[in-house]
């Protein structure tokens, strides 16, 4: 789960979340002396789904989602509808592969003509016709 990993930025954006949504006195808010047991609840339900969080890649999609219920949906959200309105990853752009050296190209060129030799020979092919020999 999240053992061993800082994740107070995913907390401090839940506790930030759900200030904003108490401030909107939605249908259902949770009363001010509980809103801290509230956010470990969310915290934990956020923590038991199939993300490995990360600051980098998440915390703007999760204040992003917090955005997004909170402009949709008219009662005390669930950390369920958090995470429905979670929006995907941006990608993350990768380096291209590195050119291969002339001499990995020329030891894959003889693997290539040996592949060849190897089958002609076991087919029992003629190299100067372009089908073998027929039967």
Known sequence: ?????????LREEIALGLSKCVLL?????????VI?????????????????????????????????LTRVHYQWPTPAI???????????????EPPMSEEQLAKNL??????RQDLESNLGMDQKKPYGNPP
Not at 25 to 33: I, V
């Open 82 to 96: 958090l995470l429905d309105h979670l929006p995907p990853r941006a990608a993350v752009m990768s380096l291209p």
């Open 110 to 115: 003889e693997m290539i003509r040996k592949l």
């Open 1 to 9: 789960m999240a053992e061993g990993r800082d994740l107070s930025w």
């Open 36 to 68: 801290e047991f509230v956010a470990e609840v969310w915290l934990e339900a956020i923590l038991s789904a199939p993300i490995y969080w990360t600051e980098n890649l998440d915390r703007l999609r999760i204040r992003q989602a917090f955005i997004a």
């Open 25 to 33: 006195r939605l249908p259902g808010y949770p009363a001010a002396d």
